[in-house]
């Protein structure tokens, strides 16, 4: 079956390119010593995990227990869950998880701390923790080393879990255009998560890792960087919104969409907000990269002057990958413009 | 089970206030002798489709096939696409499912008419069809009184095709703040209808149906109003962006969500842009309704001074419902704080 005889709208994926950006990232990271633990997030797709895994990936970040789950009952068997786990029900079946693999969770109370021991307790079982740091995203985490210090010591002196180390995200850095800030506030941060590491050894405490960081961030690790981890997502099937970024990374991932009505001045196709994440930007049509776009709940408008027909088809580069796929069931495989296979979007909707 | 105890984030939907939506939706209507058909986009579950018929709506609109298909393999006897099939193999299941129940479409070329003809003389079915007129939304139809006319002849003429009437929606309407503008416009918009209803009376045509108009706009309609029918969608649920409209229904969708984290100034809870729909505007906190709010994926966070704690379930009114109900599998259907039911999201993410 040819790409161009698929129903619309389809999300598409260049195994291609895909392989080839998997290749760059690996090739970015190995000289530095730093591990890949890609984000699950950006694809949701067991299988697309497994083919990280095959190309050198460490293990797998996710976001939320539930994808944990299915990452987990695929045969992965090294899964980050990079946020907090708190409710107590979800606690428990965390705990009965890390039986089953090798799994971490990230913790910033000594509330949390107390209820994941008591679950891995439960199932005899052991949770591996990193205390989140917060700089600068102002969203979860502690502020200080020395609260990072109680927490850790709260972590070793629980009988069922393992402190594994620190996990550092600037996600308000991720999407920063401009690369002087961003090669600049990196190195800030940097320097912030060194002097925490010194902290930590001048109270005798060793941290084996710090995890974090992200597709728009990667390329400015250097030599000595302190991230053992990288949890990038994007860098596989890239974006609009990293495009702005220049991450240097090429797309793979494209909607196909049929034109449904064409006027002088603007090109309608069959594909809205329902089918296209648009909260990092607009799609871009790779017929007509600059032509303005608007959205509708099923309709996507490019103004501009075309020669397109009614029932003809058209790419778009989706404005954010992760929320594009978050609303697809499934994702054709695409060589050459032919689908070689259909695979589900394993985690789709799963963000308990 | 209470509410408070689902896990979270879960999508509810309160059946006390749904009820006196459709109630108060009625009343507006009935005195005008105008139809509800309701749109199955603002929910996509059959079993609130076959409630809005209980309480008196005609039929259903929706905007694509593959709902379509899901209302009619759930007993919905009148259906109405409001938009355009071009897509071949589409049409001709479109062919089919007009066997099946009265099935109607949108059309605005002479090419989709004879397409339209074609399939639904294959199965020996008649498609009911709606000429598409464009009084401003600049989307799909056509913007000239002559060639409306021209497709309703060539309708007309189609043996296995019916004439239905005009489809006439004002989207660009649907959310002007200033009600002085909403109601200037929609009556230039009627007078435009109005012109164009002479004209093909004026020619030999009578139409049996207009239909259009949404939830911002149904108080405006009038005695004497063009209007036979309302597709509104958003009255049964309502949400962030039409408070802004003030249309007098009240919010029956909730996101229930979980705090993960607090700080000074901020609450930081379960739920982000991957199960509320924000293109219509970030979510209100039920709890905190004048804090500002921004999202990430996987969480939203309100910055305001609060005594809420780690664990603590707290409610939130989703900016657009129509693009959040789309994110979720499932509805919670509660009265008075205790689950009665839980209903598939029959059509997420139906978009072909």
């Given at each position: 079956m040819l790409v161009s005889q698929l129903e619309t709208p389809a ?253 002088e001045g603007r090109v309608v196709c069959d594909a809205g907000l ?79």
């Open positions: 999300l598409i994926v260049d195994l291609d390119v895909l392989e080839q950006n998997q290749r760059r990232m690996m090739e970015l990271l190995r000289p530095l010593g730093v591990a890949l633990r890609p984000h699950y997030k950006s694809h949701k797709c067991t299988a697309i995990a497994h083919m990280q895994i095959a190309g050198g990936a460490k293990g797998i970040t996710c976001a939320k227990l539930s994808e944990a789950e299915d990452l987990i009952q695929s045969g992965i068997e090294d899964v980050l869950i990079a946020n907090q786990v708190v409710e107590p029900a979800k606690v428990m079946r965390l705990g009965y998880l890390a039986g089953c693999c090798r799994l971490s969770v990230c913790v910033d109370t000594l509330e949390n701390i107390r209820q994941l021991e008591a679950a891995a307790a439960a199932f005899g079982s052991t949770i591996h923790c990193l205390v989140e740091y917060d700089i600068g995203m102002r969203r979860c985490g502690i502020t200080t080393v020395e609260e990072a210090l109680v927490l850790t010591k709260a972590i070793l002196d629980a009988p069922h879990l393992s402190f594994m180390g620190i996990q550092a995200y600037a996600g308000q850095l991720s999407h920063e255009e401009d690369f002087g800030v961003r090669s600049g506030e990196a190195a800030k941060f940097e320097g912030q998560l060194r002097e925490l590491l010194s902290f930590f050894r001048e109270n005798g405490v060793e941290v084996a890792e710090v995890s974090g960081a992200s597709t728009g961030t990667v390329e400015l690790r250097k030599e000595g960087t302190v991230y053992t981890e990288v949890q990038a997502g994007t860098y596989l099937f890239m974006d609009g919104a990293y495009d702005r970024v220049g991450a240097g990374f090429e797309h793979s991932l494209f909607l196909l969409s049929t034109v449904v009505s064409t006027t329902k089918t296209l994440g648009t909260d990092q930007g607009a799609p871009v049509f790779v017929d007509f990269p600059t032509a303005p776009v608007n959205m509708s709940e099923e309709h996507c408008t490019a103004h501009c002057e075309s020669h397109c027909k009614v029932g003809e088809k058209l790419m778009l580069i989706p404005g954010h990958c992760c929320t594009t796929v978050n609303l697809f069931d499934q994702l054709y495989l695409v060589r050459g413009g032919r689908v070689v296979d259909r695979v589900p979007v394993t985690s789709r909707g799963k963000s308990r």
